[in-house]
């Protein structure tokens, strides 16, 4: 799986768009980009994931650039709710899930 | 549908007993990992398993854990000989067939 970088921490202000970025510049063709997160204690949660063309659902959208050497998480209108881990993860789809490397992720806090 | 259901939810263990992690996937799900998160850092994938099959352990360390899916009930975690440094928080989660995951809200073990 083609490794990614985060930034470790970002702010956003409570009802602002929170744009997460992910490196991932030795992606390949079949791999596909993955978002979780993880807030405090609990197990991670699924958000989106995406080949090449954008996403979009009702917790965020996401954006991946033409040549798929990055992408940003967007949630649209952050909430105190949404301060978490946010870990961008790429794999092959369908070939052993789980055995994704996490890594350390971006931290996020919205502020009121 | 339940969640991804793990037990107990916060094991406390002496330094040499054995500690047993209980983790039953969501209904359908036939697949399940193991991931082990020290304080401050990312997840570490530990194993991967089908109903009555061990597909990948690389993450396993070599002694004193095992895994199991049995045909019936849930997946077990099974660490002899606990020392200090397995203190962590162990996360199970599970999918139907090598996709997203669904995590359950872990263990938190503390080996005293």
């Known amino acids: 799986d083609a490794k990614t970088t985060q930034p470790p921490s970002m702010d956003c202000a409570e009802g602002r768009a929170a744009n997460l970025p992910c490196n991932h510049s030795t992606i390949s063709g079949n791999e596909y980009v993955y978002w979780y997160r993880q807030i405090h204690s609990q197990g991670p949660q699924y958000i989106i994931h995406g080949l090449k063309n954008n996403e979009t659902n009702e917790m965020a959208s996401l954006i991946i650039t033409e040549d798929r050497k990055s992408s940003t998480l967007i949630l649209p209108h952050a909430t105190l709710r949404d301060t978490a881990v946010y870990y961008c993860i790429v794999r092959v789809a369908n070939t052993n899930a789980g055995k994704s490397t996490f890594g350390d992720g971006t931290t996020l806090t919205v502020k009121p | 549908n339940a969640g991804v259901m793990q037990n107990p939810r916060h094991l406390v263990r002496r330094r040499g007993q054995e500690a047993r992690l209980r983790c039953s996937p969501m209904k359908g799900h036939s697949h399940v990992y193991w991931y082990r998160q020290l304080p401050e850092e990312g997840l570490k994938f530990m194993v991967y398993?089908?109903?009555?099959?061990?597909?990948?352990e690389s993450g396993m360390p070599k002694e004193r854990f095992s895994a199991e899916f049995p045909k019936e009930g849930p997946s077990i975690l099974r660490i002899q000989q606990v020392v200090r440094g397995d203190s962590a928080a162990y996360f199970c989660?599970?999918?139907?067939?090598?996709?997203?995951?669904?995590f359950g809200s872990g263990t938190q073990l503390s080996v005293l």
């Open positions: 989660a599970s999918t139907p067939g090598d996709e997203k995951l669904f």
């Open positions: 398993l089908q109903k009555e099959n061990i597909i990948d």
